[in-house]
Each structure stands twice: as C-alpha cells, then as structure tokens.
T-cell receptor, first 115, second 117 residues
Framework: AQTVTQSQPEMSVQEAETVTLSCTYD???????LFWYKQPPSRQMILVIR??????QNATENRFSVNFQKAAKSFSLKISDSQLGDAAMYFC????????????FGQGTRLTINP | GAGVSQSPRYKVTKRGQDVALRCDPI?????LYWYRQALGQGPEFLTY????????KSGLPNDRFSAERPEGSISTLTIQRTEQRDSAMYRC???????????????FGPGTRLTVL
C-alpha cells in the first residue's frame, strides 16, 4: 500500500523568509502524481502545486516550488518570500496514475508565519 | 464557476441516529470522491464514483456507511446508527475524470463537520 509521511508536525518561519516542508512517500509504481494542498484556518482544502512523476522538471507556481527526488521518493515544498496568508496546515498527497484515483494524504505540517 | 458545495456545513446528532450528508460537485465533473478527516489528521479516502457508478468503496469503515450518486451528479453519504467515533469532517471532492488528461486534479468542498453526541 502507498504511504505518505510528513515528518514535521509543525514549522515556523519569519515573514519574507523561505521555508521548506518535507514529504516522503512509499510506492512501487512508476506512474503517479504528487500534490501539495493547503488548509487555512477556514479548513478549506486548496491545491497549491502538483507534480507528475514522469516529469523531471520540478513544478513551480509563483512563490511555491517543489524539489522532486524520484529515486529518493521525496517531494518537498519550498515557499519563498513567506507571507502571513501562507499560515496553514499543508498536506502532501499521492495519487496512483492509472485506475483508482484516490488521494493518499500525509499527516500534515502546521506552518506558522512570524511577523 | 461555482465550486464543490456540501450541506449541511455542520451537523450535530445523537448516537444511534442516521445522518445524510450531501455533495454537489462542480458542473461537468465526472468523478466524485468522499473523504473523512479527523482533527489534526490528513483526509482519508472513503469511496468514489465515476458518473453514477461506485468505483471503489474500500475506504468505507463498515456497513453503516453507504454512498450513492443516482444521477451522476449530486451524491449522498449516509451513516446509519451513528456512533461517537464517527465524529469528523466529511469532505467531498470532484474532478473532470480520467479522460481529462493528467493529473485530473481533485477540487474539495468546504466539508461537513459531524458531531455525534
């Protein structure tokens, strides 16, 4: 079974600084997708960024980028120029590429932004 | 356009009662998913549909839980004879479907917070 592990229950960063959230996963599949979702205090689930496993290039969305290390099964999220609105729970998620489409989530990392 | 909507947003019920949670997906989305999220944890998969067909219900914890999507749009998750351990946030998500091309992103609704007294 696929598993996703986020080893940092909590992280904090100074406003305008850069922070990296860690995620590792375990799978025997070669075709899959990885996601980072943000859950602010409103408890909405908002997609931050996604990565296809077959792509070597790391995904980037404005201030958010990933470091995808397929061999190491690592998928970290880097937030540059942190803003107060970035404070949230961040969940890493895995989806098998074919057939079943369920998302498997990690336990989450609570990110605090210090002004 | 409108996102995924869920109702009610909050539900308080007494142990032993049945509850029905509703999900209205994004218009045109073929696939619909149900997840359960305990406080401080990530969402856990319950079941999903393509159109009206339930494709995978492996995450439903027991036979008190059931889901349907009779017309391929709105879905209802029903919990019979609720127990205190059923208290959680129940989230619905929808996506265009497999043939939309990778990675078929799931978009989540606001959730229904269920409290069983």
């Amino acid at each position: 079974a696929q598993t996703v592990t986020q080893s940092q229950p909590e992280m904090s960063v100074q406003e305008a600084e850069t922070v990296t959230l860690s995620c590792t996963y375990d799978t025997s599949e070669s075709d899959y997708y990885l996601f980072w979702y943000k859950q602010p205090p409103s408890r909405q689930m908002i997609l931050v960024i996604r990565q296809e496993a077959y792509k070597q290039q790391n995904a980037t969305e404005n201030r958010f980028s990933v470091n995808f290390q397929k061999a190491a099964k690592s998928f970290s999220l880097k937030i540059s120029d942190s803003q107060l609105g970035d404070a949230a729970m961040y969940f890493c998620a895995y989806r098998y590429g074919q057939g079943a489409q369920k998302l498997v989530f990690g336990q989450g990392t609570r990110l605090t932004i210090n002004p | 356009g409108a996102g995924v909507s869920q109702s009610p947003r909050y539900k308080v019920t007494k142990r032993g009662q049945d509850v029905a949670l509703r999900c209205d997906p994004i218009s045109g989305h073929v696939s619909l998913y149900w997840y359960r999220q305990a406080l401080g944890q990530g969402p856990e998969f319950l079941t999903y549909f393509n159109y009206e067909a339930q494709q995978d219900k492996s995450g439903l914890p027991n036979d008190r839980f059931s889901a349907e999507r009779p017309e391929g749009s709105i879905s209802t998750l029903t919990i019979q004879r609720t127990e205190q351990r059923d208290s959680a946030m129940y989230r619905c998500a929808s996506s265009l479907g497999l043939w939309s091309g990778s990675p078929d992103t799931q978009y989540f609704g606001p959730g229904t917070r269920l409290t069983v007294l």
